[in-house]
T-cell receptor, first 112, second 114 residues
Framework: DADVTQTPRNRITKTGKRIMLECSQT?????MYWYRQDPGLGLRLIYY???????NKGEISDGYSVSRQAQAKFSLSLESAIPNQTALYFC???????????FGPGTRLTVL | AQSVTQLDSQVPVFEEAPVELRCNYS??????LFWYVQYPNQGLQLLLK??????LVKGINGFEAEFNKSQTSFHLRKPSVHISDTAEYFC????????????FGGGTRLMVKP
Protein backbone atom coordinates (compact mmCIF):
# COMPACT_ATOMS: atom_id res chain seq x y z
CA ASP A 1 0.00 0.00 0.00
CA ALA A 2 1.30 3.40 -0.97
CA ASP A 3 1.93 5.71 1.97
CA VAL A 4 2.11 8.88 -0.15
CA THR A 5 -0.15 9.09 -3.17
CA GLN A 6 -0.38 11.71 -5.87
CA THR A 7 -3.12 12.37 -8.39
CA PRO A 8 -3.09 12.60 -11.31
CA ARG A 9 0.07 10.70 -12.31
CA ASN A 10 0.18 12.35 -15.70
CA ARG A 11 -1.49 15.51 -16.99
CA ILE A 12 -1.34 17.46 -20.20
CA THR A 13 -2.84 20.92 -20.16
CA LYS A 14 -2.80 24.14 -22.13
CA THR A 15 -1.26 27.50 -21.36
CA GLY A 16 -3.51 29.60 -19.17
CA LYS A 17 -5.46 26.73 -17.65
CA ARG A 18 -5.80 26.28 -13.90
CA ILE A 19 -4.67 22.93 -12.64
CA MET A 20 -4.53 21.23 -9.25
CA LEU A 21 -2.24 18.42 -8.19
CA GLU A 22 -3.24 16.48 -5.10
CA CYS A 23 -1.25 14.64 -2.47
CA SER A 24 -2.50 12.36 0.28
CA GLN A 25 -0.56 10.51 2.95
CA THR A 26 -1.35 7.74 5.41
CA UNK A 27 1.90 8.04 7.37
CA UNK A 28 0.44 10.38 10.00
CA UNK A 29 3.19 12.94 9.39
CA UNK A 30 2.77 16.60 10.22
CA UNK A 31 5.07 17.99 7.56
CA MET A 32 4.36 18.00 3.83
CA TYR A 33 6.29 19.40 0.87
CA TRP A 34 5.93 20.06 -2.85
CA TYR A 35 8.95 19.86 -5.15
CA ARG A 36 9.47 20.09 -8.87
CA GLN A 37 12.15 18.10 -10.68
CA ASP A 38 13.83 19.36 -13.83
CA PRO A 39 16.69 17.57 -15.62
CA GLY A 40 20.06 18.60 -14.23
CA LEU A 41 18.54 20.74 -11.51
CA GLY A 42 17.53 18.06 -9.04
CA LEU A 43 14.47 18.79 -6.91
CA ARG A 44 13.56 22.31 -5.91
CA LEU A 45 11.17 23.17 -3.11
CA ILE A 46 7.97 25.00 -4.09
CA TYR A 47 6.01 25.10 -0.81
CA TYR A 48 6.04 23.37 2.52
CA UNK A 49 3.70 22.99 5.45
CA UNK A 50 4.63 22.00 8.99
CA UNK A 51 1.00 21.63 10.07
CA UNK A 52 -2.48 22.49 8.83
CA UNK A 53 -2.19 26.15 9.81
CA UNK A 54 1.41 26.61 8.71
CA UNK A 55 2.17 27.22 5.01
CA ASN A 56 5.52 28.52 3.78
CA LYS A 57 7.01 29.47 0.44
CA GLY A 58 9.98 27.54 -0.81
CA GLU A 59 12.69 28.39 -3.30
CA ILE A 60 10.45 28.68 -6.37
CA SER A 61 6.89 29.53 -5.29
CA ASP A 62 6.05 32.11 -7.99
CA GLY A 63 3.14 30.92 -10.13
CA TYR A 64 2.05 28.31 -7.59
CA SER A 65 -0.28 28.18 -4.59
CA VAL A 66 -1.08 25.45 -2.07
CA SER A 67 -3.82 24.35 0.26
CA ARG A 68 -3.49 22.11 3.32
CA GLN A 69 -7.00 20.74 3.66
CA ALA A 70 -6.15 18.34 6.47
CA GLN A 71 -3.12 16.77 8.07
CA ALA A 72 -3.19 14.12 5.35
CA LYS A 73 -3.84 16.30 2.29
CA PHE A 74 -1.74 18.95 0.59
CA SER A 75 -2.69 20.31 -2.85
CA LEU A 76 -0.63 22.31 -5.31
CA SER A 77 -2.31 24.67 -7.78
CA LEU A 78 -1.08 26.37 -10.88
CA GLU A 79 -3.41 29.33 -11.30
CA SER A 80 -2.52 29.97 -14.94
CA ALA A 81 -0.20 27.31 -16.30
CA ILE A 82 2.72 28.25 -18.55
CA PRO A 83 5.02 25.99 -20.60
CA ASN A 84 8.04 26.42 -18.31
CA GLN A 85 6.02 24.76 -15.55
CA THR A 86 6.33 21.52 -17.49
CA ALA A 87 8.10 19.25 -15.01
CA LEU A 88 7.84 16.26 -12.71
CA TYR A 89 6.19 17.23 -9.41
CA PHE A 90 6.74 15.37 -6.16
CA CYS A 91 4.97 15.51 -2.85
CA UNK A 92 6.85 14.44 0.28
CA UNK A 93 6.15 14.05 3.97
CA UNK A 94 8.22 13.88 7.13
CA UNK A 95 7.73 13.34 10.80
CA UNK A 96 8.27 16.21 13.22
CA UNK A 97 11.12 14.45 14.95
CA UNK A 98 12.81 12.71 12.04
CA UNK A 99 14.81 14.02 9.15
CA UNK A 100 13.94 11.57 6.40
CA UNK A 101 11.39 12.62 3.81
CA UNK A 102 9.09 10.11 2.14
CA PHE A 103 8.17 10.78 -1.47
CA GLY A 104 5.12 10.10 -3.58
CA PRO A 105 5.42 8.58 -7.07
CA GLY A 106 5.28 11.95 -8.82
CA THR A 107 3.01 13.75 -11.29
CA ARG A 108 4.31 14.41 -14.79
CA LEU A 109 2.82 17.70 -15.95
CA THR A 110 3.06 18.98 -19.51
CA VAL A 111 1.91 22.48 -20.35
CA LEU A 112 1.44 23.08 -24.07
CA ALA B 1 22.24 29.15 2.45
CA GLN B 2 23.57 25.71 1.68
CA SER B 3 24.19 24.22 -1.75
CA VAL B 4 24.96 20.77 -3.11
CA THR B 5 27.07 19.88 -6.13
CA GLN B 6 27.06 16.48 -7.75
CA LEU B 7 30.10 16.54 -9.94
CA ASP B 8 29.02 13.94 -12.48
CA SER B 9 25.72 14.09 -14.31
CA GLN B 10 26.17 10.59 -15.73
CA VAL B 11 28.33 7.67 -14.65
CA PRO B 12 28.52 4.63 -16.94
CA VAL B 13 29.98 1.50 -15.38
CA PHE B 14 30.11 -2.20 -16.15
CA GLU B 15 28.27 -4.70 -14.00
CA GLU B 16 30.26 -5.96 -10.99
CA ALA B 17 32.64 -2.98 -11.15
CA PRO B 18 32.97 -0.56 -8.22
CA VAL B 19 31.42 2.87 -8.41
CA GLU B 20 31.73 6.20 -6.62
CA LEU B 21 29.21 9.01 -7.02
CA ARG B 22 30.57 12.32 -5.82
CA CYS B 23 28.79 14.92 -3.74
CA ASN B 24 30.14 18.16 -2.30
CA TYR B 25 28.19 20.64 -0.22
CA SER B 26 28.64 24.09 1.16
CA UNK B 27 27.20 25.30 4.42
CA UNK B 28 28.29 27.59 7.22
CA UNK B 29 26.61 25.47 9.86
CA UNK B 30 26.46 21.80 10.74
CA UNK B 31 24.40 19.69 8.39
CA UNK B 32 22.66 16.39 7.92
CA LEU B 33 23.37 14.58 4.64
CA PHE B 34 21.31 12.17 2.58
CA TRP B 35 21.48 10.06 -0.55
CA TYR B 36 18.22 9.24 -2.32
CA VAL B 37 17.71 6.93 -5.31
CA GLN B 38 15.08 7.32 -8.02
CA TYR B 39 14.34 4.27 -10.14
CA PRO B 40 12.65 4.87 -13.52
CA ASN B 41 9.10 6.17 -13.18
CA GLN B 42 9.21 6.12 -9.41
CA GLY B 43 9.56 8.55 -6.55
CA LEU B 44 12.67 8.97 -4.46
CA GLN B 45 13.61 6.57 -1.70
CA LEU B 46 16.24 6.98 0.97
CA LEU B 47 19.50 5.06 0.50
CA LEU B 48 21.31 6.31 3.58
CA LYS B 49 21.76 9.32 5.82
CA UNK B 50 24.37 10.91 8.04
CA UNK B 51 23.10 12.70 11.14
CA UNK B 52 26.01 12.32 13.56
CA UNK B 53 28.48 9.75 14.87
CA UNK B 54 30.51 7.47 12.62
CA UNK B 55 31.46 9.16 9.39
CA LEU B 56 31.07 5.93 7.41
CA VAL B 57 27.39 5.28 6.83
CA LYS B 58 25.98 2.06 5.45
CA GLY B 59 22.71 2.02 3.56
CA ILE B 60 20.45 -0.28 1.65
CA ASN B 61 21.42 -2.39 -1.36
CA GLY B 62 25.11 -2.50 -0.40
CA PHE B 63 25.74 1.24 -0.70
CA GLU B 64 27.82 3.24 1.74
CA ALA B 65 28.94 6.85 2.02
CA GLU B 66 31.62 8.69 3.94
CA PHE B 67 31.14 12.10 5.48
CA ASN B 68 34.31 14.19 5.20
CA LYS B 69 33.85 17.47 7.04
CA SER B 70 37.19 18.99 6.04
CA GLN B 71 36.49 18.38 2.35
CA THR B 72 32.72 19.03 2.71
CA SER B 73 32.02 15.85 0.81
CA PHE B 74 29.65 12.91 1.12
CA HIS B 75 30.58 10.50 -1.67
CA LEU B 76 28.50 7.39 -2.31
CA ARG B 77 30.20 4.07 -3.05
CA LYS B 78 29.38 0.51 -3.92
CA PRO B 79 32.06 -2.17 -4.38
CA SER B 80 30.19 -4.15 -7.04
CA VAL B 81 27.19 -2.81 -8.96
CA HIS B 82 24.31 -4.71 -10.51
CA ILE B 83 22.16 -3.94 -13.51
CA SER B 84 19.34 -3.20 -11.06
CA ASP B 85 21.33 -0.28 -9.62
CA THR B 86 20.68 1.68 -12.81
CA ALA B 87 18.88 4.77 -11.53
CA GLU B 88 19.30 8.44 -10.72
CA TYR B 89 20.95 9.28 -7.43
CA PHE B 90 20.47 12.50 -5.51
CA CYS B 91 22.57 13.93 -2.73
CA UNK B 92 20.74 16.26 -0.33
CA UNK B 93 21.62 18.37 2.68
CA UNK B 94 19.73 20.08 5.45
CA UNK B 95 20.96 22.31 8.23
CA UNK B 96 20.80 20.45 11.51
CA UNK B 97 18.33 22.98 12.92
CA UNK B 98 16.34 23.57 9.73
CA UNK B 99 13.39 21.30 10.34
CA UNK B 100 13.84 18.90 7.43
CA UNK B 101 14.37 21.55 4.74
CA UNK B 102 16.30 19.67 2.07
CA UNK B 103 18.51 21.14 -0.63
CA PHE B 104 19.18 18.69 -3.46
CA GLY B 105 22.03 18.31 -5.88
CA GLY B 106 21.38 18.05 -9.60
CA GLY B 107 21.48 14.26 -9.63
CA THR B 108 23.78 11.62 -11.09
CA ARG B 109 22.48 9.05 -13.52
CA LEU B 110 24.18 5.70 -12.91
CA MET B 111 24.09 3.48 -15.97
CA VAL B 112 25.19 -0.10 -15.34
CA LYS B 113 26.10 -2.01 -18.47
CA PRO B 114 26.28 -5.80 -18.83
Amino acid sequence: DADVTQTPRNRITKTGKRIMLECSQTKGHDRMYWYRQDPGLGLRLIYYSFDVKDINKGEISDGYSVSRQAQAKFSLSLESAIPNQTALYFCATSDRDRDEQFFGPGTRLTVL
Amino acid sequence: AQSVTQLDSQVPVFEEAPVELRCNYSSSVSVYLFWYVQYPNQGLQLLLKYLSGSTLVKGINGFEAEFNKSQTSFHLRKPSVHISDTAEYFCAVTKSNAGNMLTFGGGTRLMVKP
